[in-house]
């Protein structure tokens, strides 16, 4: 059973910066895309961001783009989120995923199905 495990979250002032970290205990999953995605109050879970197992492909959601950048160490096994800019709405739980499927290309929510347990970002004005 592969667990993920998110930190990093917190609270911030609006403008402000904040790193979610992602580890699965124990895995590397290297070969694996791997994403973020948020639910904030009132709204459905959407994705924020996914990375190839290469590391050289990204997509960001449009409310976050050139704010938020997705990386990855396949040595440490690690996904990272830094965020900048931050605003209120971008409040909320975030949740680091894995496509379990090696070498598949995840682009929908559907494709992800291993999941961490969530962090809290609270961004205020």
């Known amino acids: 059973q592969v667990r993920l495990v998110e930190s990093g979250g917190g609270s911030v002032q609006a403008g402000g910066s904040l790193r979610l970290s992602c580890a699965a205990a124990?895995?590397?999953?290297?070969?694996?895309?791997k994403g973020w995605f948020r639910q904030s109050p009132g709204k459905e879970r959407e994705l924020v961001a996914r990375?190839?197992?290469?590391?050289?492909?990204?997509h960001y959601a449009d409310s976050v783009q050139g704010r938020f950048t997705i990386a990855r160490d396949n040595a440490k096994g690690t996904v990272d989120l830094q965020m900048s800019g931050l605003k209120p709405e971008d409040t909320g739980v975030y949740y680091c995923?894995?496509?379990?499927?090696?070498?598949?290309?995840?682009?929908?929510?559907?494709?992800?199905?291993?999941w961490g347990q969530g962090t809290r970002v609270t961004v205020s004005s």
């Open positions: 995923a894995v496509d379990s499927q090696e070498y598949h290309a995840a682009t929908t929510q559907g494709d992800f199905d291993l």
């Open positions: 990375i190839g197992w290469s590391g050289l492909t990204t």
């Open positions: 124990g895995h590397i999953l290297q070969k694996h895309y």
